[in-house]
């Protein structure tokens, strides 16, 4: 959204940890340090019952979640204080709507979660739910990372009060926009004219090693042609179905008959030639890729890790988009089901290409603009 602002704008960038590090990369910005609380990682993703033990003990090695957040809105109001900024935008962060709110200053949330649908045992967040809800709704605005309903991916995980719904904004999902013009890769090649599905890894180190821990499982109960992306680096190879690995160019050269391709990192063109070219596509149900993959109009296999990816896809299948799969046994059925009736998808993927509202970073800025 910063490159989407146009001049004359003073720009501030707060936060913690390793985003922090990847910010003052560009020694050209202006950081802060912000003391982010993050919850207690469990096997895959963060844990509940870890993270409650942590709310007013230290545990696990941190210290009482109540402190990390009393230091966290320390330090963002010593920032607010100082900087006395015209407009705040905060992906995330609710402490920072009341601080804002308390000086006058604009704050502009953007989200795709306000209080989403919870399942099985996490019902017993409920409470906390509610209280997040009401902290979110202390925004001035509130900018839905998404499409305008009936087209809103993230519905299930909205479900907004009178008040947030008269303050929300549906800007249009931060999709990436076309990739300049290049020249076909040694991947684009292997794959191109194959019939085969896109495997996406996404999420935290935690919640990718259980998705990629399922996707294996998967693997073993379908034979199909598949494209995995690691988001992560040195896992270029090709599986040959004779059992052997080659890199990307052997494979290219050799012609092999391949069954699976790994790709650390995708490029833009990449990334768009590989969805362009797929069958389907299995997630765990991040927001973002759901977007990505539904508004290249490919349908989806979604195997959850947690209430908010099971909201995006139970969506999705309720509009015909794809389906949810609990176990590897279920993702490969659904993904049988879809080659052999590709058809019963076309109509509602065209339905939701219509609607779809890819601009999301462009808006938001927009909207800044116009608050500053």
């Known amino acids: 959204m910063n490159a989407r602002l146009g001049g004359g704008h003073e720009i501030h960038y707060a936060s913690g940890g390793h985003v922090l590090e990847k910010l003052r990369a560009d020694p050209s910005r202006i950081t802060h340090e912000v003391p982010m609380p993050v919850p207690v990682e469990g096997g895959s993703g963060p844990s509940m019952a870890r993270s409650l033990a942590n709310v007013l003990l230290p545990a696990y090695g941190r210290p009482p979640l109540v402190r990390q957040i009393a230091d966290s809105m320390r330090a963002e109001r010593r920032i607010l204080d100082s ?31 306000f209080r989403p649908e919870l399942h099985g045992a996490r019902a017993a967040l409920y409470p906390a739910r509610e209280f997040i809800s009401r902290q979110i709704a202390k925004a001035s605005r509130i900018l839905v990372a998404d499409s305008p309903p009936p087209y809103t991916v993230c519905a299930r995980n909205l479900n907004f009060t009178k008040e947030a719904a008269g303050k929300a904004d549906y ?28 495997w996406m890894r996404t999420g935290d180190a935690a919640t990718s090693r259980a998705t990629w821990q399922t996707y294996r499982e998967a693997f073993a109960a379908s034979g199909d042609r598949r494209v995995v992306s690691h988001a992560g680096a040195g896992q270029d190879s090709v599986t040959g179905r004779d ?42 149900g991040s927001h973002t890729a759901m977007c990505e993959i539904l508004g290249r109009g490919r349908p989806v296999v979604g195997i959850p890790v ?29 993904i049988e089901a879809i080659r052999h009736d590709h058809g019963r998808y076309e109509g509602a993927l065209g339905w939701f290409q219509e609607g779809f509202d890819p601009g999301g970073a462009a808006a938001a800025a927009r909207l800044v603009e116009g608050k500053g």
């Open 83 to 113: 900087e006395r900024f015209d407009v705040v935008v905060s992906d995330g962060d609710m402490g920072v709507n009341v601080l804002a709110k308390n000086r006058g200053i604009t704050c502009l949330f953007v989200t795709n979660q």
């Open 171 to 198: 800007v249009g999902c931060f999709a990436a926009g076309d990739p300049p013009p290049a020249e076909k890769t040694d991947l684009e090649r292997l794959i191109e004219g194959a019939d085969y599905g896109y």
């Open 243 to 284: 059992g052997r690995t080659y890199d990307i160019s052997e494979a290219l050269e050799r012609r092999v008959d391949w069954v699976q391709v790994d790709a650390g990192f995708l490029s833009a063109s990449q990334m768009r030639s590989v969805v362009d070219g797929c069958r389907y596509a299995v997630v765990n």
């Open 306 to 334: 947690y209430d908010e990816h099971e909201n995006n896809i139970r969506w999705a299948e309720e509009n015909g988009l794809g389906a949810l799969a609990g176990t590897a046994g279920e993702a490969a059925r659904a």
